[in-house]
């Protein structure tokens, strides 16, 4: 393992993958389920109106989790990965940090004259004292930022 690996701090949850990728799947299967398990109860009708609002409930519940991104930060970069791929932003330009929606979190860079928001889970989001204040990870970085300026 090099040392620019070791170098790097992660701000977000291990649970990315896990809420980005494995959730939808278990989801579509307990719908596929519930249809299996209606099917011979139910109505046509009344299965296409359970279908339909199952699904919309999964995408709203869904949405959220389309983009969040594994973030890891060091002493000059924020490393943005979807698992696919990873890019690399200078910590100066980060402009903020700010919370979106109840677990979410959004970095707010400038990159070529253009705002770009990366949106990411902290990794204490699942503490009992989360929505009361805020997280370790993002104190430090918000710290790191204005030592930057």
Do not use: Q
Not at 63 to 76: A, E, G, T
Not at 98 to 109: D, E, Q, S, V
């Amino acid at each position: 393992m090099s040392s620019k690996k070791n170098n790097k701090k992660r701000i977000t949850t291990r649970l990315t993958i896990v809420y980005k990728f494995i959730l939808p799947v278990i989801l579509i299967g307990i719908l596929v389920a519930l249809n299996l398990a209606i099917k011979e109860v139910a109505s046509k009708t009344d299965l296409i109106v359970i279908n339909c609002l199952c699904l919309i409930m999964m995408t709203i519940g869904y949405l959220p989790m389309l983009n969040i991104k594994k973030v890891h930060i060091d002493s000059k970069k924020v490393y943005c990965s979807n698992y696919f791929s990873e890019k690399e932003y200078e910590l100066k330009s980060i402009i903020k940090v700010k919370r979106w929606l109840i677990f979410h979190y959004r970095i707010f860079l400038e990159k070529e004259g253009k705002i770009k928001k990366i949106k990411f889970l902290p990794f204490e989001f699942l503490r009992l004292d989360y929505l009361l204040k805020k997280p370790d990870s993002i104190v430090k970085l918000e710290r790191r930022i204005d030592s930057l300026k």
